[in-house]
């Protein structure tokens, strides 16, 4: 039989990264690819106790359909997080438990996008944002990244002949750049936007792993109506949990999000919402943070002190203040894809900038994970990257 | 701000079972209008001994990112099952790990569905599957379900008009109904589809579930190339862990799904996949759903006896051989929605017939669950629905 499939599927990519990943699962390869966070870190002895405490306590409840909109503990602790870390009032009315942010994506996708209604990312931008909003078939535009967050006047200038639904940003250490907005680019970004119809949507998996400086505000402290929060327990507890959410004042949007959430998969894993919420309560999940965040700075410092040991300024790099990446921009001649190939035979495997790019693609640029290596190996890697890139750079 | 929302979501109601679901909570109304399933037997301590071992054997694994596809070894388990219990050869590279069944139907949406694009349901057809694929715009197409099975004069009718992307069925125990097809009208239905390029979707979550007769060959044995499997592990292993499947041999559509599951939330809770497959591995799941329907045949017998004696002539039931539900037709007169605010008076519920068609509701329809209730209190809901019922059939 002929397949017809439909319009909005056809023309989405496989994933670039997921084919990388295949490349480079191979042992002898130090992977600067994924975007894993460091495994040590799970805390798989306190997870097994939240287990057996919740399955002893009620366990048939905990394995009984639940609610679309998320376990009420769960999203009361998310509410108090808010206000004791950020001083923000998001009431647990107002969150959905998702699996991941990601979900969070193709939700608000399908609630507010028509096809080429315009929206706005970050150039580059989050792949999985890319992926999520194809879907909808959106007219994409793009903003600049720069070292301080993005181009404000390219922002107004959008805002002037477009009416975007959604600016997508990930604020803090962003993926792919490890960029942060600093607070005069939050304000002005917040001056624009504040008074049209466009929603921000703050995605922020990696805001808490700070290891230098100190926090900035969120978008909902600034335009708290324009404002929709994403949140993920990925990076702080353990990814395999899927277990990420929503936050929005909006109480249309809200309603519109769990009619979709339903129709989509009337609602996440429960069993892993009640562990995961027997775990916080059980635990202090801020030193859990706060060793992870040691950890990663060490991993980050290794990473940029290799990369201007050995690449001096042949390269520019940004010096995230936390997450997981960091961006590099080779000489405009050399083609990352070009170099990603060289460097596999070298036995060292990075993304190259172009899946980050909606459309026209910067080729020259790379980025670089060092969450899931040891300081050691980074060097080790970063050595290997620049033998690979001799071979472009004569 | 003022949002404007995609017309896809715009038209989509509220789920009308979730509204009557927060109805009928009170602890003093015997509810038959939720589709749950029995906790009692849920395999509560079996599954904390495969949380234990699982994160005891390698708990760093379990806890990170996985593959969109899914668990390996669940994929295999899946695989030869089909083949041990309907001699089927399903590939396990042919399967996708969904987030229960629910979001299969949002893939299958995503990925074969345009606008206006013809799709069949039966009528009465399941909520979800309306629900999720609304959101993709179709032209829905109802064939009328019998108790045999759909009325193939009907289907073979609408395929000489229009050329449907799919046909979505639940042959088993159905829900709403309980009718499962007969082999003559699988058959015959397998005959008309054959040779078009319609998708026929069997969605089987209540087929192990058989209390009475024998089982019957399923869609893929009669029409291989044109069927697409859904399973879920909801209803024989724990709902809350939200697992399900899809299976399909159609490579290209693979591919397509594999990219709208990773846009949808990159991979499926990986922790409780494995969780899931360390307790196939170590229980005799036959003989835990031997116990389940024993069980449920004898809640099914008490529904359907008290039903005959209470309402004797008065209203047409289905006698399901298996599954959770059953359907019941009033008398033309009666409105089952004026029958539902009677009855919660008598504190008894039901869902009402009307949110299982798209178009054209028969309002004299009910759904009934027995799967929830004991015997005896089946016996006493049954009495005070046949009360409510009396005000009605003077």
Redesign the interface.
Known sequence: ?????????SD????FI?EILKVTAEPEIISFA????N??F?P??Q??TA??EV??TD????????T?EGHNLLRKYISDRYKTKKNLDVSSENIII???S??GL?LLG?????EN?SILLEKPGYL?AI??F???KPDFNHITLKPNGIDTDELRNVLKIKSP?LFYTVPNFQNPTGVTYDLETRKETGRIIEK??C?LIEDDPYGELRFKGSNLPSFKEIIP??TILLGSF?KIF?????LGWIATD?K??Y??L???K???????????QKVLYQYLLKNDIDSHIERICKVYGEQRDSMVNSLKRYFGNKITITEPEGGMFLWVTLPENINSMELFQAAIKKNVAFVPGTPFYASNPETNTLRLNFTNSSPKIIEEGVKRLYEAFLNFSE
């Open positions: 039989m002929e397949t017809i499939f439909a319009d909005r599927i989405v990519p496989k994933s997921r994924g975007g894993l966070p495994r040590d799970f798989v002895e997870i097994k287990c057996n399955l002893d366990g048939m409840e905990a394995l009984q359909y639940s679309t998702t699996n991941g990601q979900q193709d399908k609630v507010l996008i028509n209604d999985g992926q999520s194809s879907l909808y639904k049209t119809n929603f109506d324009n990925s353990a990814p395999s949990f899927r909006n249309e949007l309603e519109k769990i009619v979709a339903q129709a989509s998969d009337l609602h996440t894993n429960y069993f892993s």
